[in-house]
Structures are given as structure tokens and as C-alpha cells.
Nanobody, 121 residues
Framework: QVQLVESGGGLVQPGGSLRLSCAAS????????MGWYRQAPGKQRELVAR???????NYADSVKGRFTISRDNAKNTVYLQMNTLKPEDTAVYYC???????????????WGQGTQVTVSS
């Protein structure tokens, strides 16, 4: 099966930076979309950023100009560089991959375990 391993979360002061990574392992035929979502306490999970196999990128309005998503297809890894962090960015961040398994004719969605990002002084 496919496993997603996230890393890079932690505690940072307002204005600081963090870089999240999510590496996929297992038997994968192709990866379409690689993205990051977040969920703050008492709120619904929301899209932060996603990058498609053709290079197109979507960002949530709240992170535009501060966050940058990128992918390394050779390593099946997606990154999220987060700069100028604000307290309202505090949440559990989840990576999400939409991919095709070998011999499959459809795509499936896989989620990471989540990594906590806390922005506080």
C-alpha cells in the first residue's frame, strides 16, 4: 500500500518560517495532485495549497504571497515553505496525494497523519 510521512511541523514565533515535507512510499504508478490542507480546532479542514502534475498551483487566499508549494516527482515528495507565519496559521497540516496505483484504472486519495504547526510568541 501507500504511506505518506510528514515532517517539519513545530512551534514558531509570528513572522517565522517552517518547511513541511510529505514523502510517499509504496507501489505508485503516477501522482496527479499533491496538496496541503489544514484544520484548526473547531474548524473544518481547508485547502492550503495544491500542485498538479502539469505544474498548475492553487493557493488559499489567506496564504498567497507567504506560502510556496513545490514537488519533487523523483522522490514522490511535496513541500510547503511557509514564511511570515501568523497565529491564525496554527493548525494541524495534512498532506494529500491523488494518485494511481499500478494496474488501477482510477485515482485514489491518500492522506498523511498530520503535523502540528503552532505560531505563538
Amino acid at each position: 500500500q501507500v504511506q505518506l510521512v510528514e515532517s517539519g511541523g513545530g512551534l514558531v514565533q509570528p513572522g517565522g518560517s517552517l518547511r513541511l515535507s510529505c514523502a510517499a512510499s509504496g507501489s505508485i504508478f503516477s501522482i496527479n495532485t499533491m496538496g496541503w490542507y489544514r484544520q484548526a480546532p473547531g474548524k473544518q479542514r481547508e485547502l492550503v495549497a495544491r500542485i498538479f502534475s502539469d505544474g498548475n498551483i492553487n493557493y488559499a487566499d489567506s496564504v498567497k504571497g507567504r506560502f510556496t508549494i513545490s514537488r519533487d516527482n523523483a522522490k514522490n515528495t511535496v513541500y510547503l515553505q511557509m514564511n511570515t507565519l501568523k497565529p491564525e496559521d496554527t493548525a494541524v497540516y495534512y498532506c494529500n496525494l491523488v494518485l494511481r496505483l499500478p494496474s488501477a484504472t482510477y485515482e485514489r486519495s491518500f492522506w498523511g497523519q498530520g503535523t502540528q504547526v503552532t505560531v505563538s510568541s
